[in-house]
């Protein structure tokens, strides 16, 4: 729970399959993996605009996809990822590629998963998101498995 690693290499060499192993998107075609059935993974995608339902709006995306809250729980979690006020009632189609990565981000983070994968989580952010992802990194009481090629960032969250 405390570790924070990170997954460097080449474009093409297989980081972001062997993430989706891990979580279990993907099937071995050999060999074996072992995991804690009360295991709780979430991962947020290098194309984590595949995770969104364009059409509806961050809020109603939080309704159906994690139905039982109150619309004020979920506002207050978009809320704290920067989808405030009316952000979190425009379809997602019409947020900025910055914007939609703080969605993916809440999505990923609503059960408060044990382990967070990240799979180049820097794309589409500027450098004071990129400053605010490391912070919440850093904060994070579960582990943190990283592919990226931001230096900066490895080098500040990942031991």
């Given at each position: 729970?405390?570790?924070?690693?990170?997954?460097?290499?080449?474009?093409?060499?297989?980081?972001?399959?062997?993430?989706?192993?891990?979580?279990?998107?993907?099937?071995?075609?050999?060999?074996?993996?072992?995991?804690?059935?009360?295991?709780?993974?979430?991962?947020?995608?290098?194309?984590?605009?595949?995770?969104?339902?364009?059409?509806?709006?961050?809020?109603?995306?939080?309704?159906?996809?994690?139905?039982?809250?109150t619309q004020e729980t979920y506002r207050s979690h978009l809320g704290s990822f920067g989808m405030t006020g009316t952000?979190?009632?425009?379809?997602?189609?019409?947020?900025?590629?910055?914007?939609?990565?703080?969605?993916?981000?809440?999505?990923?983070?609503?059960?408060?998963?044990?382990?967070?994968?990240?799979?180049?989580?820097?794309?589409?952010?500027?450098?004071?998101?990129?400053?605010?992802?490391?912070?919440?990194?850093?904060?994070?009481?579960?582990?943190?498995?990283?592919?990226?090629?931001?230096?900066?960032?490895?080098?500040?969250?990942?031991?």
């Amino acid at each position: 729970m405390e570790s924070r690693i990170a997954i460097v290499g080449a474009n093409g060499v297989g980081k972001s399959t062997l993430l989706k192993l891990l979580v279990g998107e993907l099937s071995l075609v050999s060999g074996n993996s072992y995991r804690n059935g009360r295991l709780s993974l979430s991962m947020f995608t290098q194309h984590h605009t595949d995770q969104l339902k364009l059409h509806l709006s961050p809020l109603e995306q939080f309704m159906v996809d994690f139905p039982g809250s109150t619309q004020e729980t979920y506002r207050s979690h978009l809320g704290s990822f920067g989808m405030t006020g009316t952000l979190a009632l425009r379809p997602n189609y019409l947020l900025s590629g910055g914007q939609k990565s703080r969605v993916a981000f809440a999505l990923a983070m609503w059960k408060n998963p044990h382990i967070l994968v990240l799979d180049e989580p820097t794309n589409h952010l500027d450098i004071d998101a990129v400053n605010a992802l490391i912070i919440a990194l850093n904060n994070y009481q579960g582990g943190v498995i990283i592919v990226s090629h931001d230096q900066h960032l490895i080098s500040t969250v990942c031991d």
